[in-house]
Nanobody
Framework: QVRLVESGGGLVQAGGSLRLSCAAS????????MGWYRQAPGKEREIVSA????????YHTDSVKGRFTISRDNAKNTVFLQMNSLKFEDTAVYYC????????????????????????WGQGTLVTVSS
């Protein structure tokens, strides 16, 4: 089973930037669609961004389009989330997740599943944006 570990969270002022990383080990990372989710206190966990196994197709939820960019480096078994122009409402715990298949998973295979149906989750990294 693939294991995921997030890093890169921290405290940043509104308008600033952060880059989150998710390192994978075990399994076959290159066959997995990867996603970033976030959960703020008192709110539901929501999908933020997702990327297909090859990196050729991506998804970003409307609230982060134009500000966040997901990418991956399969040679390093790592997925990234570049977050620019951060807003106070971006404050949340950010989680990395994976859906894997032999033929290679699309981002749609990830975002259309409930969180409990995903193949792997990281422990989360906290992003705090001050206003």
């Amino acid at each position: 089973q693939v294991r995921l570990v997030e890093s890169g969270g921290g405290l940043v002022q509104a308008g600033g930037s952060l880059r989150l990383s998710c390192a994978a080990s075990g399994g076959t990372f290159s066959s997995c669609a990867m996603g970033w989710y976030r959960q703020a206190p008192g709110k539901e966990r929501e999908i933020v961004s997702a990327i297909s196994w090859s990196g050729g197709s991506t998804y970003h939820t409307d609230s982060v389009k134009g500000r966040f960019t997901i990418s991956r480096d399969n040679a390093k078994n790592t997925v990234f989330l570049q977050m620019n122009s951060l807003k106070f409402e971006d404050t949340a715990v950010y989680y990395c997740a994976a859906v894997c298949s032999l033929g290679g998973s699309s981002w749609t295979d990830l975002v259309h599943r409930s969180p409990g149906a995903l193949d792997a989750w990281g422990q989360g990294t906290l992003v705090t944006v001050s206003s």
